[in-house]
C-alpha cells in the first residue's frame, strides 16, 4: 500500500505517488468487489430435524428440502423445523462472511472488520429449543396488514 507519501516540491516525484496512490485505490476497488461478489453469492445452511434450509447472504431462503421424517409430523412440526432450520442458518451468516474476508489478503484487517461487523447482529444466534418446541410466529409485511 502506498501510505506514508511525503509529497517533495519536486512536482515530477508528486505526480508519480499520487499516479502510485490511484494506482493501489483503484486495485482495492477491484478487490473489494471480488469480495464483494463472493460475499452476495455464498450461501449458508442448517439442519434442523426434517428441515434443511439454505439461506443467501442477504438472510433470504434460498433454498428448503424435507426429509422423509416430514411425512409423519403435523404441519406445525414441520413449520417449526423449518423456522429453526431458517433461522440457524441466518445465524451463520456472520461466520461465512469472516471466512471469505479472511481467504482474501486482498482485504486489509480495519477493512475486513468492517464488512464482517457490516452483518452483526443481524441475525442472533436462535435459542436452543427442542424438536417440536413452537416457534414465534414469522409474518411477513407491514405490521398495519397482519390483522
Known amino acids: 500500500m502506498t501510505e506514508g507519501f511525503a509529497f517533495t516540491g519536486n512536482p515530477a516525484d508528486t505526480k508519480r ?7 493501489d485505490a483503484q486495485q482495492r476497488m477491484v478487490q473489494f468487489a471480488a469480495v464483494r461478489k463472493q460475499i452476495e453469492s455464498a ?10 434450509a439454505t439461506v443467501r447472504t442477504t ?15 403435523s404441519p406445525s412440526q414441520i413449520a417449526n423445523e423449518v423456522m429453526a432450520a431458517v433461522q440457524r442458518a441466518q445465524a451463520g451468516i456472520q461466520g461465512k462472511v469472516r471466512e471469505i474476508v479472511s481467504e482474501n489478503d486482498a482485504v ?6 468492517a464488512v464482517v461487523n457490516s452483518f452483526a447482529g443481524r441475525y442472533p444466534q436462535p435459542p436452543e429449543r427442542d424438536a417440536g418446541e413452537p416457534v414465534e410466529d414469522m409474518r411477513i409485511g407491514r405490521q398495519d396488514d397482519w390483522h
Not at 17 to 23: A, G
Not at 108 to 113: F, L
Open 43 to 52: 450461501t449458508v445452511t442448517a439442519e434442523v430435524g426434517a428441515a434443511r
Open 17 to 23: 505517488k499520487l499516479d502510485m496512490m490511484v494506482l
Open 59 to 73: 438472510g433470504g431462503l434460498a433454498g428448503l428440502v424435507l426429509s422423509e421424517q416430514a411425512r409423519g409430523m
Open 108 to 113: 486489509d484487517d480495519s477493512a475486513g472488520r
